[in-house]
């Protein structure tokens, strides 16, 4: 399994930007997908989790302001971020997971100026 973030960039606060993550096979085949960040010098930590029952899970701090979606035909799953904030920034990676592996993508940097 392949998992190909992209969509980071630079943007100011108050600004939005979409994360993609495109999968090698349908997102039907995961039991979770999620998207994780890690900022400079923290640890790793749960963005939102996309579970079966189609309900996304956000963390509290990003609620309200980012949106998980998906698009099967085209194997992806979407992080809309919108009103971004300083903290905000970080690398972004999404992760999948099947009751046989769990895979990551790559990463792709989102860095929010003030």
């Known amino acids: 399994v392949q998992l190909q973030a992209s969509g980071g960039g630079l943007v100011q606060a108050g600004g939005s930007l979409r994360l993609s993550c495109a999968a090698s096979?349908?997102?039907?085949?995961?039991?979770?997908i999620s998207w994780y960040r890690q900022a400079p010098e923290k640890q790793r930590e749960l963005v939102v989790k996309f579970t079966s029952d189609g309900v996304p899970d956000y963390a509290d701090s990003v609620k309200g302001r980012f949106f998980f979606s998906t698009d099967v035909a085209k194997n992806t799953v979407y992080l809309q971020m919108n009103r971004l904030k300083p903290e905000d920034t970080a690398v972004y990676y999404c992760?999948?997971?099947?009751?046989?592996?769990?895979?990551w993508g790559q990463g792709t940097l989102v860095t929010v100026s003030s």
């Open positions: 096979e349908s997102i039907y085949n995961f039991n979770h």
């Open positions: 992760n999948a997971q099947q009751t046989w592996g769990n895979y």
